[in-house]
């Protein structure tokens, strides 16, 4: 398999920067670009994908009980309510506090019930503690019953320098990193030689979106401005 320390040396020749004595870039500031590639394809493909699960007792959620969000969460694609048994599944829909505050100014007041929404807590409760900062996610309002949050997100590859690391990426598509450390690399020297390089980049991210990805995309990619929540409140919430 591919490691950093190949694709430096294949980006390397590609940006003609092989000079090992006075390179124009050192091999720290190409593993900052590469950095940027796997954010920026991962964001692209919505891959690769993990999911992480928190829990709910009753009379749990709404403003009092929000959990910590793992710090990795590069998108958000679903995120699902499961029951202990039975098949009473929910698909949550998306909203923070500023914007739930605008739909139910009372929202912090609700009682039990059924909810539709996950909201994002404004505050960053630990922004340390990763590659991205730490959030914190509850419901609209407490629950009625306990529940299973499963949270399905693309992950946030780790920043690396160490030679060795593979990326997370499947090996077909680490060329699109040699192309893109091309582009950052002949950024400040040749414009023209860059917009080549990230036209080659488009290029193949998109084919490889096409070949790898089209049947995933098109089954489980989430369109929120469709997306309903189930259970009794689905269309909207009303007070106990």
Known sequence: MPTRTTIIAQARKAANDNDATNPFHTDAQIHGFLDEWQWDLSAYLLYPRTSQTLSFAVGEGGDGD????????????????EPSSGSNYSRLKPSNEEDIAMKYPDWRNFGNGSPAYYVLMDSVTDPASGVFPRRQI???????????????????????????????HPAPMHVTGVYYAAYRMYLPRNANRAADYFQLYEKERRRLKGIFMK???????????VAESGGSNSEGLTRP
């Open 215 to 225: 049947e995933s995309l098109e089954n489980d990619q989430i369109q929120w401005d």
């Open 66 to 81: 929000a959990r910590n969000l793992n710090s990795n969460i590069l998108l958000f694609l679903q995120v699902m309510l």
């Open 138 to 168: 509850t419901t609209e309002r407490s629950l009625s019953e306990a529940r299973t949050m499963r949270i399905h997100y693309v992950l946030a590859i780790a920043a690396s320098t160490t030679g060795a690391d593979v990326p997370l």
